[in-house]
Each structure stands twice: as C-alpha cells, then as structure tokens.
C-alpha cells in the first residue's frame, strides 16, 4: 500500500479500519480526505495521523476497503447476557436511511417499524436521541441568549458534531471558546440514562449497557471522550448487520413507541440531522425564550434549508438582530473564518447536507449521494412538518425533566451534566523528533 496515494490511519483509529488485502492504491481516500473534508498535512512529519473520524473516506472508496471499526457483535453478546439490561437510543438521521438497508427507497420514514425491530432484537429499552437533541436545543438557546447578554465569545458555534469539534481541537484551538458548551444530544442523553433513568428505574450501572445508533463514525471517538456515558455507538450500516443476523426484516416489523422516560422529541429535535437544522431549532427555542411566542420564519427557514455549503442569514431573534450562518464541510469552514467577526451563531457539520450524509450510513453509489442525502433530509423535514410539538422547550417530557430534575435551563445542576468542556489537541501537529 502507498502511503503517499491512501489516507493514513492508525492502527488505533478507533472509528475506521482498512481492509488492506482490498485496498487497489486508487488515491481516492486521500482525495476525499484532503478536498472533502479537508485534512491536508505532510504525511512524514507529524507524529500521528490526523484524523477526525468522519468516516467519508468509507462512503467514497469503490472497492470497500474502508469499513466502521464494527462493535454491532459486542452489542449481540450484551443482548444475549440475561443479567445486564440493554438500552438502545436512536439518532434522528438512522430513522431515514435504515431501510436503504432493507430495499426501502431513500428517505422512507422508518420510526415505529425501527423501535419495534429493536424489541423484537432483544433490547430492554428503546429510547430516541431527538429527545436529547431538544435539551441540546434549550441548553444552547440559553447558553447564546447569554452570549448575546454579555457580548463575550460570539459568535457561538455549535458542538454536536463530533468531526468538527476535534477538526476545531486541532486546527484552531483558539477558537474553542466559541464552541457551546452544551453536550451533543447523545452527550446529553447519555448523562440523563446514568443518573436520572437509573434512579427512576431502581438500576445499578455496572448491570447496564447503554447503546446507541448513529449516523456517524465519529461518535465512536465522542463516546469515549471522559464526560460521556454510552458504552457502545453503532453505524446505522452495523445496525442492518445486527438485525439481519438476528433473522429480523424491518419490513415485517410491528410498529411500536418509544420507551416512555425519553421518548420521541419534538420536530426540531428530528431536524438535527439535516445541514441547518440545529441552527433553525436553536433559534426557534432562543426566540420563543425570549418573547413567548412562536415565529413561523423558524418553522420553515427556508434561507437554512438547502444544500449549499455556505447558508447564511440575517434574523431578529427578540430583540437582537443576528446574523447566522450553517456550515458544511470543514473547507466551507475555513472559507468564512476571515469574516469570523461578522457572525453571531454558527452551525457547523462536517459532513455533506449534515448527519443523513454521515460515514456511518448505509453505502450508496458514489454518484448517487447527493440526491440520497436529499430525500433522507427531506424525509426529517416531513416528520417535523407534521409534528404537533415544533419548539423543544415544549415538550413536555424536557418540561418534566427540568420540573422534577434539573430545575431551569442552565441551572447549576445542568450546568454539570448537560455541559463539558473541550480539549486543546493542537499537539498532534507537531513534528516527529528523528
């Protein structure tokens, strides 16, 4: 293999391996990698291989050389222990891309087929990831809306996507104050399962694993960042693997809910993973914050909602005119850093049209990705459509948590669980010593 044509990866990537009996020496790894996403570096001096875990490396290469590290066989020994309680929590982006897996078209809207599935699996509990994504949404409207108060660290960027807050660890730690400091809504989940959903359900942690599905390799770097509590991520390619060795056809699944302590979110929190849907969610629930109302140009922001790399926007959030911008791809990124200054709220993603483009879906023709990732959005823009709950702070499982739990948004008992803080990783890019 060359290591000047393929992408370099250690052999303790913890998100990706290489086939290297498969590898053809194309190039294409390292041209995804560095144009993509872009990782651009010189190969020979830095002390380790910078890698941000993406995973678009595995949905570009065209002879399926690059894999997920796969963990779907650890979860089917949990599910087979009769001793351990197994939760199982689902990202928005998996509910439109799974059937991919099981002939469905593109974008079909798999919720209640998938929970059932996942019963039928074996699993104790089946819990939704949309529902963090709203506490996401509350912690950081309230976390900008103090921003905008004290004018201190704008503009504030988003952190739920874990590519781009290790791309920002690396390459711009100066700007890590910028990063919110609310958990992604797997962070946040992750935090509720082992405090408040142990003590509701009378559970010892050592007796309980907590799983979760996702779009995306580089949760499998986040969730074993310190502050996080999930024990295992799986892709949603790892998760057809597990059902289909389980002899289930999601097809031919009964439809059920699910679970009730963390049940199904609102619409923005569905949106999440779409390109500028945790923008548009954020600024729902930082507005109604502010005013007590809902503003229908947050119901269907159409400036936000596209496939351009760059969206930018002017809005009126209460009383405060911002201007707002979602971001896709890291080379989209370095694009508008000069201008930094001219924003007040950034989303970032790394991957192409956000988490329904993420490394760990399901494999699709090369050419084809665009459009797949179209309809796999469109398919969480039409959920949202027909939510009756379109504002996190609204729903009221998120009122019940912080009612019985948390007591407000940014109190100091969600300052400690749903907040974290962000590592200077710079170090990677210095030289070997020879």
């Known amino acids: 293999m060359n290591l000047n044509k393929a992408v370099r990866l250690d052999e303790d990537n913890i998100a990706i391996r290489r086939i290297t009996e498969r590898c053809i020496d194309c190039g294409r790894c390292k041209t995804i990698c560095e144009n993509l996403v872009g990782i651009k570096y010189d190969y020979n001096k830095t002390k380790e291989a910078i890698c941000i875990n993406c995973g678009q490396c595995i949905l570009n290469c065209p002879v399926g050389a690059l894999v997920p590290k796969y963990d779907y066989k650890k979860v089917l020994d949990y599910l087979h222990d009769t001793n351990k309680t197994v939760t199982i929590s689902i990202a928005p982006a998996v509910r439109t891309s799974i059937g991919?897996?099981?002939?469905?078209?593109?974008g079909t809207f798999l919720e209640k087929q998938l929970v059932g599935s996942l019963k039928e699996a074996g699993f104790d509990y089946v819990f939704?990831?949309?529902?963090?994504?709203?506490?996401?949404?509350?912690e950081e409207?309230?976390?900008?809306?103090?921003?905008?108060?004290?004018?201190k660290n704008l503009p504030q960027f988003t952190s739920c996507c874990p590519a781009w807050v290790k791309y920002l660890e690396i390459f711009h730690e100066n700007l890590r104050k910028n990063l919110s400091t609310t958990k992604s809504p797997i962070g946040i989940l992750s935090s509720l399962l082992n405090t408040y959903f142990l003590k509701i359900k009378e559970l010892d942690k050592k007796d309980v694993i907590n799983v979760v599905v996702v779009p995306c390799t580089a949760k499998k770097f986040e969730i074993k960042r310190t502050e996080m509590g999930m024990d295992i991520a799986i892709t949603t390619s790892e998760l057809i693997m597990l059902l289909k060795e389980s002899n289930i056809d999601i097809n031919k699944s009964k439809e059920e809910n699910f679970d009730e302590i963390f049940s199904k979110g609102?619409?923005?929190?569905?949106?999440?993973?779409?390109?500028?849907?945790?923008?548009?969610?954020?600024?729902?629930?930082?507005?109604?914050?502010?005013?007590g109302k809902e503003n229908n140009v947050f119901l269907d922001f159409k400036e936000i909602r596209s496939s351009d790399k760059i969206k930018e926007a002017n809005v009126k959030v209460g009383n405060y005119h911002l201007k707002v911008a979602a971001i896709s791809g890291m080379p989209s990124f370095e694009t508008i850093l000069p201008k930094l200054n001219d924003y007040d709220f950034i989303e970032v993603m790394n991957c192409p049209n956000g988490c329904?483009?993420?490394?760990?879906?399901?494999?699709?023709?090369?050419?084809?990705?665009?459009?797949?990732?179209?309809?796999?959005?469109?398919g969480l823009y039409q959920d949202d459509k027909m939510s009756k709950i379109k504002i996190s702070y609204k729903n009221p499982d998120v009122i019940n948590i912080y009612k019985t739990y948390l007591d407000y948004?940014?109190?100091?008992?969600?300052?400690?669980l749903l907040h974290t803080n962000f590592k200077d990783r710079s170090n990677i890019l210095k030289e070997k010593s020879f």
Do not use: W
């Open 100 to 106: 991919e897996g099981f002939g469905l078209e593109a």
């Open 128 to 138: 939704d990831v949309t529902f963090g994504a709203d506490m996401t949404v509350v």
């Open 141 to 151: 409207a309230t976390e900008l809306i103090e921003r905008l108060k004290t004018k």
């Open 266 to 291: 609102s619409g923005s929190g569905v949106i999440f993973g779409s390109s500028g849907g945790v923008l548009e969610a954020t600024l729902r629930c930082a507005d109604y914050l502010l005013t």
């Open 356 to 378: 329904v483009g993420g490394g760990g879906q399901t494999l699709v023709p090369i050419a084809k990705q665009q459009g797949i990732n179209l309809k796999r959005s469109e």
């Open 409 to 416: 948004p940014g109190s100091p008992k969600a300052l400690k």
